[in-house]
């Protein structure tokens, strides 16, 4: 599939990315000498079979591991140089990740778990919750908004999720197999949710999935094995 045109704004850029894991005397290589630029408003899926290296790029992009070697900047920021005050900063305001397993707090309602993020960004309060309930609403969850996760289904965890994710506004959204808890139906929700947020709001999404239901949204599907891109 085409690289993104030069007339992109590159919000990622990657060279020679490399991650290597020293557990125990054991050496392990996560990420192998990865090149990958991803132009503003694309859509694009990560894919490879388990332990080829997904979590651990979008782990890499999202600011919450360094890699061990190679260049990487992500939304203007050069991740391997920035300091731990730019990390965070970057995390809050850059980038909104997901997860297979939803990672929702269970004491917390839909708003407060979705509020949380802007809040401890520091944004007022009565400000927060208002951008909350829109894009609660947004995501379908407008009745759901003063329960717990533990009574919410698998769909609507990962519905709040993705709010909570957008909260902050950030440009670039990460999702790590945020289909896989899923069934089809609810898969197929999350999926049209998450290539909406790309083609009507402009989101740059990366989303790691074994499936094969975000392929026909998806502007490049790049593969990767044993931590190579091939
Ligand atoms: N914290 C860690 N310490 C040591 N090795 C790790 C660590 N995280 C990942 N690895 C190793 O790095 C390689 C890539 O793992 P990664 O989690 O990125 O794979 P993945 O493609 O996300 O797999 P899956 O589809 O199962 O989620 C694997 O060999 C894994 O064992
Ligand atoms: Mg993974």
Redesign the pocket.
């Known amino acids: 599939m085409p690289r993104p045109s030069p007339a992109v704004e590159l919000l990622i850029v990657a060279r020679d990315l490399s991650?290597i894991?020293?557990?125990g005397g054991?050496r392990?290589?996560?990420?192998d000498h990865v090149d990958l630029e991803v132009g503003a408003g694309e859509m694009v899926l990560?894919k490879?079979?388990?332990?080829?290296?997904?979590?651990?790029?979008?782990?890499l992009l999202a600011g919450l591991d360094r890699p061990t070697s190679g260049m990487l900047h992500v939304a203007g920021l050069d991740l391997r140089k920035a300091s731990s005050a730019q990390l965070t900063l970057f995390r809050r305001r850059k980038v909104g990740m997901v997860f297979?397993s939803f990672n929702l707090l269970p004491t917390l309602t839909v708003l407060e778990n979705v509020c949380l993020p802007a809040l401890l960004a520091g944004d007022p309060e009565s400000e927060v919750r208002k951008r909350a309930q829109t894009w609660i609403e947004s995501m379908g969850l407008g009745s759901r908004i003063h329960h717990l996760p533990g009574e919410l289904s698998g769909g609507e965890m990962q519905r709040t999720a993705i709010a909570r994710a957008l909260i902050n506004d950030p440009p670039i959204l990460l999702a790590?197999?945020p289909t896989g808890n899923l069934d089809t139906d609810n898969g197929r929700t999350v999926v049209r949710l998450l290539a909406d947020l790309n083609r009507s709001h402009g989101r740059t999404v990366i989303m790691?999935t074994?499936g094969d239901l975000a392929d026909a949204f998806a502007t490049r599907i790049v593969r990767?094995q044993d931590?190579k891109m091939v």
């Not at 392990?28 to 990420?31: A, E, I, M």
């Open positions: 991650r894991y020293h557990t054991t392990v290589t996560g990420l990560l490879g079979v388990s332990g080829s290296g997904k979590s651990t790029l979008l782990a297979q790590d197999e790691a074994h990767l931590g």
